[in-house]
């Protein structure tokens, strides 16, 4: 099971710290993705960390703003989001595939969280 948390109202330029609770699963086995979907659009890859060296990937949209983490011995992953803009709204998920390293691609993971709600506005 996963949790994402963290979601919430910010004006841009503003800073959210999103995290993903674990369990059921040997949480440091898993490599951990973030993923996001705007209404109307496909859901995309964000940022995503790999099971044991925590070596994380990020999506070229993002630019150095957001950075993704992770504490196996609380079996959770963060995404630390800063200077926010309007386009970054929309429903964040973590999600989990057994693997040690990571990707990027929607269709590589098993496990989903239900979503955090991410609105950046004015």
């Known amino acids: 099971q996963l949790v994402d948390s963290g979601g919430g109202l910010v004006q841009p330029g503003g800073s959210l710290r999103l995290s993903c609770t674990t369990s059921g699963f040997t949480f440091a086995n898993y490599a951990i993705g973030w993923f996001r979907q705007a209404p109307g659009k496909e859901r995309e890859g964000v940022a995503c960390i790999n099971s044991h060296n925590s070596e994380a990937k990020y999506a070229d949209f993002e630019k150095g703003r957001f950075t993704i983490s992770r504490d196996n011995a609380k079996n959770t992953v963060y995404l630390q989001m800063a200077s926010l803009k309007p386009e970054d709204t929309g429903a964040y998920y973590c999600?989990?595939?057994?693997?040690?390293?990571?990707?990027?691609?929607?269709?590589?993971?098993?496990?989903w969280g239900q979503g955090t709600q991410v609105t950046v506005s004015s």
């Open positions: 999600a989990a595939v057994f693997r040690w390293y990571c990707v990027l691609g929607v269709d590589e993971y098993s496990y």
